[in-house]
């Protein structure tokens, strides 16, 4: 079984992405990697991204925070998440930003899978 590659991403689903941003940038000095307007903001911080992410970008989530780990293969994850217990809630191509797997653990959590463009369907 292969782990993940790394931690890609973590998002905080926002109400208010740019009031949000003006916080985080001014209280925490985060400096900005990526902005699609008010819907994906993103920073960097070390190797990793945080981000803020409006209602409609963060679906199937609906609050709270959601770790994104990068895989090379969503078929084996699929199957695995499916054998512990946890349900796949699909998929989403971002063209040539790669695709995510949406996923739900056991306790209700959402989670996503992020695949590079280019790598294992």
């Known amino acids: 079984m292969q782990s993940p590659k ?3 991403n973590v998002f905080v689903v926002a109400e208010r992405p740019a009031e949000l941003h ?9 400096q900005l990697k990526f902005r699609d307007k008010d819907r994906w903001i993103q920073y960097g911080v070390g190797s990793a991204s945080v981000a803020l992410a409006c209602r409609e970008e963060a679906v199937p989530a609906t609050s709270g925070v959601v770790m994104v780990f990068e895989v090379e293969d969503f078929a084996a994850s699929a199957e695995r998440i499916a054998a512990s217990g946890g349900e796949v809630l699909g998929t989403r191509d971002m063209g040539a930003h ?4 949406s996923l739900r653990d056991p306790e209700g959590n959402i989670v996503q899978l ?5 790598t294992t369907p």
């Open 22 to 30: 003006a916080f985080y940038e001014s209280a925490l000095g985060l």
């Open 114 to 118: 992020f695949k590079r463009q280019g």
């Open 98 to 101: 790669g695709a995510v797997l």
């Open 6 to 8: 790394r931690l890609q």
